[in-house]
């Protein structure tokens, strides 16, 4: 409909397609009125393609890769289920785990272990990070420090056994976590960055792991943040963070 994400809600990497896959929760409302809820990309954020999923959610609001079987894992916390469906036809429904028989009532942002099949994903309304099965049985879920209140971002850093967790709650801060859910380190280094259209501080929604957008980088891998903006604002922004700084291990 002429727009591009207003309000991107996740990201997701798909290192086959080498493609950026960003869901947006808002789009079917003001003042986009559109049906189109999932954007491709290129790692530098060159714009490829744009789906509808509108005929299994209107209310997407997490997506992530599943390397074990090369589908899409979409959160909506309205329908309360997680949907699965192939990144090369995200348009057709493959399957769902139903999480709100789980009693997770704001299922966000995704993430698969690479070395389980796990799905970790947030509850941003309770500030608990949940481990499910590779099928969506209840694992483990633990209530995240007070300082990531309403969190809504995750990435698994499986190579450095740490966490990135981001909340709406602080804006453009990420928070580095270990295993134990203990803070090691965070970074509001985003905040600086402040919207062209609304002049607002970055509201980080979905987090992901993928290979840098500098074609020298080699293997490097940098942290992906898609910025929410304001509610219904055309102001929704990607960032692309180097990992190999002071504020973080990896």
Known sequence: SGYGSGDPSDIAYVP?????????????????????????????????????????????????????????YITDDDANKIFITDPNDPTVLLGQIDVGALDIKDAEDPVIDPATGHIF??????????????????????????????????ADDAAQDVFYISSGSTRGTIFEVDRAYNILASTDLLNDYRSPITGGKPKLKGLELAPSSDPND?????????????????DGRLFEINLHNDWAIA
């Open 16 to 72: 086959a397609l080498d493609l950026l896959f960003i869901v947006d929760s808002e789009h079917n409302e003001s003042p986009y009125f559109s049906s189109v809820n999932l954007f491709a990309t290129r790692l530098d954020g060159t714009y490829v393609d744009a789906f509808s999923l509108i005929s299994y959610t209107d209310e997407p609001t997490g997506v992530a890769y599943n390397p074990f079987n090369s589908l899409l």
């Open 121 to 154: 994903l947030l509850n941003g309304a309770s500030r608990e990070l949940i481990e499910l099965s590779a099928t969506g049985d209840l694992i483990e879920r633990t209530v995240l420090p007070s300082e990531s209140e309403d969190a809504e971002g995750l």
């Open 218 to 234: 080699g293997d490097k891998m940098s942290l992906y943040a898609v910025d929410y903006g304001y509610d219904q604002e055309p």
